[in-house]
């Protein structure tokens, strides 16, 4: 469920080897390298950390969602793109086979914590990666590990992206396992023992999930996890695009407001924030309250962070601003029978 966001991500180019995520709960504006400050300064660098929207980008948005509101497309019609979800995404990784590998090379930088579990002396540790695509964590991680008893478990629900990683020269049946499952079964895996895993990755997962079902995505992640144990989240926000010196051009991509969904066309959104692609393929658009009201009723928000960035095409004369959410959620441990 994860590849498109990986290849808008890599059309970017934004490599970087420090962090420029910020709390939002937390005051402080120390945070990234790269400050734009002033204004006329934005063609000298490439790339600028915490830049917000003013009024007039934040107006603009606003109108852009309200149209597309006012034509929503027909229950009717709706129903096989909730109906048929999986067979959309099977078509998707059909088509594109393992094009959208992408290395997440800022996985080491946002989320230290998969990494330490490859240290060769950590003991025993568990990973599910959920909506695994190509393997986006799981062959990065792979390739670095140095535990001998780290296990990756990984899934999606399109079956041809679970064959995309079997067919891996990477893929090792020692220290991974690759399946077919629905975050929004009723059901765990069978393969996986409750309360069994350290970590759950959900990178660029959520977005494809319809409302309606967040709760028993949740419900699934808390029952897998140990007591204690970490849920890793990534989800794009905002993207939007300027031209020359600040005149609105047009916006789009996963998140509100994100220029994604600002550039979708009426009859395109199934209900607020929530949309089908031209390829069937269906995206929400979050903001942080939605977050912590989603994962705060089970989990410790240890994270609930905004990763802010302005992407500049000196060329062009493009501006286009990215933001990321990105959360740390630690499963809240029961309390010990009297």
């Known amino acids: 469920m994860s590849l498109q966001s990986d290849q808008d991500t890599d059309r970017s180019k934004l490599k970087k080897d420090w962090s420029s995520v910020r709390d939002i709960r937390e005051d402080t504006p120390t945070f990234g390298t790269r400050i734009l400050e002033n204004k006329e300064h934005v063609w000298n660098h490439n790339a600028w950390d915490n830049v917000e929207w003013d009024e007039e980008q934040e107006r603009y948005a606003k109108e852009k969602v309200l149209k597309q509101s006012n034509k929503l497309m027909p229950l009717e019609e709706q129903q096989k793109y909730h109906q048929d979800a999986s067979k959309y995404w099977n078509t998707f990784y059909l088509h594109n086979e393992n094009k959208f590998f992408k290395d997440r090379q800022w996985l080491k930088i946002e989320f230290p914590e998969l990494h330490n579990t490859t240290e060769s002396d950590v003991g025993s540790k568990k990973i599910f990666e959920i909506g ?26 399109a079956l041809n992206a679970v064959e995309v990683v079997k067919n891996n020269p990477a893929y090792n049946p020692q220290h991974s396992s ?30 494809a999930i319809h409302p309606q079902c967040w709760s028993q995505a949740v419900e699934n992640v808390y029952k897998m996890l140990k007591p204690g144990g970490l849920v890793l989240f990534r989800g794009l926000y905002i993207r939007i695009f300027f031209v020359s010196k600040m005149n609105l051009q047009s916006i789009f991509h996963y998140g509100r407001y994100d220029m994604v969904q600002l550039r979708f066309k009426e009859g395109r959104m199934l209900s607020d924030n929530f949309y089908v692609r031209g390829d069937g393929t269906r995206v929400y658009f979050f903001t942080s309250d ?29 501006q286009m601003y990215r933001i990321w959410l990105q959360g740390k959620f630690r499963k809240i441990e029961e309390p010990n029978p009297l």
């Not at 009201?293 to 990763?307: P, S, V």
């Open 178 to 207: 690759v399946f077919v499952w629905d975050l929004t079964s009723t059901n765990i895996p069978e393969n996986i023992e409750p309360g069994s895993l350290d970590i759950v990755v959900l990178i660029f997962v959520m977005s």
């Open 132 to 157: 695994c695509g190509a393997g986006n964590t799981m062959f990065p991680l792979l390739s670095v590990n140095q535990n001998p008893e780290l296990f990756i478990y990984a899934c999606d629900f």
């Open 290 to 318: 939605e977050i912590q009201t989603i994962w705060g009723t089970k989990f410790t928000l240890e994270q609930n962070a905004i990763d802010r960035r302005l992407i500049v095409n000196r060329h062009r004369r493009l």
